[in-house]
């Protein structure tokens, strides 16, 4: 069933026999007993004894099948009974004997034709509708989108895109509702939300979170709730950060015989959460920079935790009363930015529901019934141009979309596998959770991750630090974020197709530098790998990987700075510390012409610091050529991790 579909033919079936009243002595029919079964239907009908209604309407049209009157009446009679095949057999009834009496018959054809995937003929009966002409400027404005969705529709079917959806299976799917899925970056823990059967709850249903993480051989494991979120009242519709330690979700405000509630600002606000270790922090109330008196839901974080986009349902009292996608920052001090409708093509005047923003930071998928689809909700999506605008919106196409409501997409890091929740035949009951293979021109910018642990060098004790992950081309931070204090660990989403400079920092400790050479590579293998911090001790030593010269050269490349700054900002954090600089080649070439080169490389980092404030006194620089190997030099690889410059702490 078409919910959007549906509702439209609501609304304007209640004007269906508004003319009863006024005009019963103007019926078509002139058969006495035909109108004596008609209003004896409509008698029954207003009593609400359908099957009465049903047997009497049956009998007019049976005695007088040119009684317009009674079958206006069936067709409502069978709508509401959902019998819509009938429904739309008593409209062509009514065309038959009236075709242009009112307008709209031909637009709840229309609608009922688009309804049953029969978009060309419903494309047609919504030109007769607008040739026709009508008063109800709703209705007009209404039929002029709906012939826009016809026309793609009858294109898109000519046109489908690969699509085989398959069931998460028992572990995840029961007989109740499961939807609104998210996914940590590294595809390991799925969470969701379920709706519960609750008798302590006045409604006896209420929605809680749940999650699954994979086994050993990929497979999910049992869902289980979340526990440290879930309580007596409803929470659901989350988002999780990339590394999956902090938690967005939506949560209603309640007050009864169950205690205070979650304090709010409407009727249902966001809530934020982090794990530390294996708990999560007690859930608070995101604010009123976001929150408001109207309905905050279907929140979606940005990989580094740092972006939060959702959807906003203004009171009905507001000039627009459609569901639009917001968007707020964090800014200094962890403050989330006022909340502003995300600016582009992406929201209409009408309804936009289920936002994500990929991991990519860069694709957005959203459903929406206001921009060209299938007939109700459909599943689009968005890239974030070079200008920070978003560009042209995609409609995911056929089967993906169908005259019913899609929402609730999410896809994975890779990009290749997409989920989300649907009522089709096979499942295990209500809602279901599902997966399918996302075809190439809808996935986003290709995204692996880097995951591991930080730890103290010496007493491998775990670390909570900060990470920066910073396009070489252009200086811009492109993920910020930290390790887990309890237990070190941290996972940072990198795009392919650009080069990076890694820094993890800590007070007290040497910061740690690594290169990531993204532009050219193609695995999409994750980065596993443990970052060891030194304490600020002498003698403790970092590489700096990301200072850069041309082969045989001595030169700064310009793209080194990021990394010096960052030296020049420990240097400059730590006023006692002294350190030497040291430049180091492979063994390939003459060992003076190394020594030499070293030497000069390691004097051009010194004469940096130097120019940009560092007191001469606290460095010394030195070239070792190829004297010191970190690494055998019999292998390119080995050879490349020779070639670096490196300083070392001589006082502190």
């Known amino acids: 069933m078409c919910k959007t579909l549906c509702t439209r033919l609501i609304i ?12 019963q002595v103007n019926y078509h029919s002139t058969d006495n007993k035909a109108i004596k079964q008609f209003e004896k239907g409509l008698l029954a009908y207003n009593n609400k004894v359908d099957d009465d209604a049903l047997k ?52 709840y054809i229309a609608t009922l034709e ?42 898109s079917m000519k046109n489908p895109v690969a699509y085989d959806p398959v069931n998460l ?40 979170l749940y999650y699954t993480i994979r086994d050993e ?41 169950y205690g205070s509630g979650r304090n709010g600002f409407g009727s249902c606000d966001l809530f934020i959460s982090s794990q530390k270790g294996n708990g999560w922090s007690s859930p608070q109330n995101i604010g009123n920079a976001i929150n408001s008196a109207a309905w905050e839901s279907q929140p979606s974080l940005s990989a580094d935790g740092n972006t939060l986009y959702f959807i906003r349902a203004p009171k009905k009292k507001d000039k627009n009363p459609n569901q639009e996608i917001y968007v707020s920052q964090r800014i200094n001090g962890g403050q989330w930015s006022k909340a502003q409708k995300l600016s582009g093509p992406v929201n209409t005047p009408y309804r936009e529901e289920t936002v994500l923003i990929h991991p990519d930071g860069q694709t957005l998928y959203f459903s929406s019934d206001g921009h060209p689809g299938m007939g109700g909700l459909d599943i689009f999506m968005s890239r974030l141009g070079k200008d920070g605008k978003w560009g042209e919106v995609k409609n995911l196409g056929y089967p993906i979309n169908t005259p019913n409501d899609e929402n609730s997409l999410l896809v994975a890091t890779n990009g290749e596998i ?54 070489l081309a252009t200086s811009e931070l492109v993920y910020s974020s930290s390790s887990d204090s309890i237990n070190g660990e941290f996972l940072i989403p990198i795009t392919y197709g650009k080069d990076y400079a890694l820094n993890v920092e800590k007070e007290s400790y040497l ?32 590489v700096l990987r990301n200072v850069f010269f041309d082969s045989d050269e001595y030169s700064l490349k310009e793209e080194s700075k990021i990394e010096l700054n960052k030296l020049l900002t420990f240097l400059n954090q730590n006023p006692k510390v002294s350190i030497e600089v040291e430049g180091h080649t492979d063994n390939i070439g003459n060992n003076t012409h190394n020594r030499s ?56």
Not at 171 to 179: H, Q
Not at 237 to 243: D, E, G, L, Q, T
Not at 619 to 626: E, I, P, R, V
Request: charged content about 25%; overall charge negative; hydrophobic content about 35%.
């Open 12 to 23: 304007v079936f209640l004007f269906l026999i508004s003319f009863i009243a006024d005009a």
């Open 56 to 107: 009497y309407l049956l009998a007019a049209v049976d005695r007088d099948s040119g009684f317009y009157e009674a079958w206006d009446l069936l067709s409502r009679l069978y709508f509401e009974l959902e019998e819509k095949e009938s429904s739309l057999k008593a409209l062509y009834k009514m065309v038959e004997i009236e075709p242009k009496k009112r307008p709209s018959d031909w637009y």
């Open 418 to 471: 997409a989920y989300f929740s649907s009522t089709m035949e096979g499942g295990y009951g209500s809602f279901d959770l599902y997966s399918f293979e996302l075809y190439p021109e809808a996935r986003p910018k290709a995204v692996t991750y880097m995951k591991g642990r930080v730890f103290d060098y010496d007493d491998k004790s775990p670390l909570g630090a900060h990470f920066e992950l910073i396009d």
């Open 217 to 257: 051989d990929r497979i999910w494991k049992v869902a289980v709730p979340l526990e440290g979120i879930n309580s007596v009242y409803n929470e659901g519709a989350a988002s999780i950060s990339a590394n999956g330690n902090t938690l967005v979700f939506t949560a209603c405000a309640f007050y009864g015989e």
């Open 511 to 542: 910061f740690y530098s690594e290169n990531f050479q993204m532009k050219e590579r193609q695995n999409d293998n994750p980065f596993i790998m443990n970052v060891p911090l030194r304490k600020i001790t002498i003698g403790s030593e970092v």
């Open 597 to 652: 080169l070293s030497d000069q490389r390691a004097k051009q980092v010194f004469q940096y610091l130097v120019d940009n404030g560092i007191d001469s006194n606290r460095l010394k620089f030195k070239g070792y050529g190829a004297d010191s190997p970190i690494s055998d030099n019999d292998t390119e690889e080995g050879r490349a991790n020779n070639r670096r410059t490196s300083v070392s702490i001589i006082a502190k």
């Open 114 to 155: 688009q309804e049953k995937e029969n978009f060309e003929v419903a494309f047609s009966s919504y030109t007769t509708y607008l040739d026709l002409g009508d008063d109800n400027f709703a209705l007009l404005e209404q039929a002029v989108r709906s012939q826009d969705d016809c026309e793609f529709a009858i294109w």
């Open 169 to 208: 299976g028992p572990s995840i799917n029961t007989e109740d509702p499961e939807y609104l899925p998210c996914l940590t970056a590294d595809d390991q823990l799925l969470l969701f939300t379920r709706r519960v059967k609750d008798s302590r709850v006045p409604q006896g249903m209420q929605d809680n």
